[in-house]
């Protein structure tokens, strides 16, 4: 069975990526105009991590935002995740969502993942060569390795992505203003590198909004709250491929006799809810593993999908790692 497993970022909170080819595009300055214009609206905004790269235009747009600051841990600045989750703010600016953490912490976008789970919405900034499609390609460009990546599934997940661009010939004298690139030999500073690097990007964003039609599968929770997350993600999917998509809600076993009240109305406004978005909701009692590969064969599904953040991933991970090994197993 070929399959593509999409694991949602399960979360309350919004993501928002600001996305660009290179550094200097102008991806944080978007977002910090973004926060300040949140926060004249009255949103309660706050700053918890940013680059200001020597930069003082961006350093005059951060005056007047609250700052969470770092948290010092022996030679490294690391973001106060704890600070945060106590302060709580509405919409939090994460500038490099690709950032590298010191090791022994959680990678940048597993905080993030944490932030949104935790009803925080959140504005960042990725450079798209930091994607696992790209990162490989990129650093023949580059001349390195790039070590910070990210999974692509955040650019199909985040509710927003805005591109940042800017011609390679504009970036190119900005780069070369820059303090940190005065007298350095960089491949940024290289009219080639920056006109790859941005066809790249294009392509990679152009490949997301192309038409493919697909099929997927939406393994949902009891837990109503999640079960609308991952219609939504779903719907929003198979909208943009020109899909379509079914639901499966499996029950621990079947009932005996008629459904309760309570049971009926329920399943009668799950169904409703998905209806409205043009899937097709699947009831089926049985185990959870053996009754989604039933269900997989049954509507032929290109992809799965199941939501993870935090405390409270669906499935929860023995029943996924159960239901994952009998898919590579029959794959």
């Known amino acids: ?19 660009g080819y290179a550094v200097g595009v102008g991806k944080t300055h978007r977002a910090l105009l973004e926060l300040r214009e949140l926060k004249r609206r009255g949103v309660d905004v706050a700053v918890g ?16 935002l609250p700052l969470i600051p770092p948290r010092r841990e022996g030679p490294y600045e690391v973001m106060d995740l704890e600070a945060i989750l106590a302060r ?12 590298r953490n010191p090791p022994g912490y959680p ?6 993942a944490r932030l949104l789970e935790a009803g925080i919405s959140v504005l960042t900034t990725l450079n798209a060569y930091h994607l696992e499609s790209l990162a490989g390609a990129a650093e023949a460009y580059l001349g390195h390795r790039v070590e910070e990546r990210v999974p692509d599934s955040l650019l199909e997940e985040a509710d927003e992505v805005v591109l940042v661009d800017l011609p390679p010939e504009d970036l190119l004298e900005r780069l070369r203003r820059l303090p940190a690139y005065r007298g350095v030999h960089s491949p940024l500073l290289s009219l080639s590198t920056l006109r790859a690097l941005r066809e790249m990007t294009l392509r990679r964003v152009a490949r997301s909004l192309e038409p493919s039609f697909e099929r997927l599968l939406v393994l949902v929770p009891e837990d109503y709250y999640w079960f609308r997350r991952l219609v939504d993600y779903a719907a929003l999917r198979a909208r943009r491929l020109g899909g379509e ?25 799950m169904e409703a809810y998905v209806a409205e978005r043009g899937g097709t909701l699947l009831v089926r009692p049985g185990p ?9 064969r049954a509507v032929r599904a290109q992809a799965l999908v199941t939501g ?3 405390s409270r991933p669906w499935p929860p991970p023995p029943q996924l790692k159960g239901l994952l090994r009998r898919l590579e197993r029959e794959g």
Request: proline share 12%; charged share 30%; glycine share 6%.
């Open 88 to 99: 709580r703010p509405s919409t939090l600016l994460v500038d490099e969502l690709a950032r």
């Open 1 to 19: 069975m070929s399959l593509e497993t999409l694991r949602l970022l399960l979360g309350p909170g919004r993501l928002k990526i600001y996305l």
């Open 49 to 64: 991590w940013l680059e200001p790269k020597d930069r003082p235009l961006l350093q005059a747009l951060a005056e007047g």
């Open 308 to 310: 993870h953040g935090g």
């Open 245 to 269: 998509f079914y639901v499966l809600h499996p029950r621990p076993s079947p009932l005996l006799g008629p459904a309760p009240p309570l049971e009926r109305e329920r399943r009668a406004r």
């Open 107 to 112: 990678r940048r976008h597993e905080e993030v």
């Open 288 to 296: 959870l593993v053996p009754v989604t590969l039933e269900a997989l």
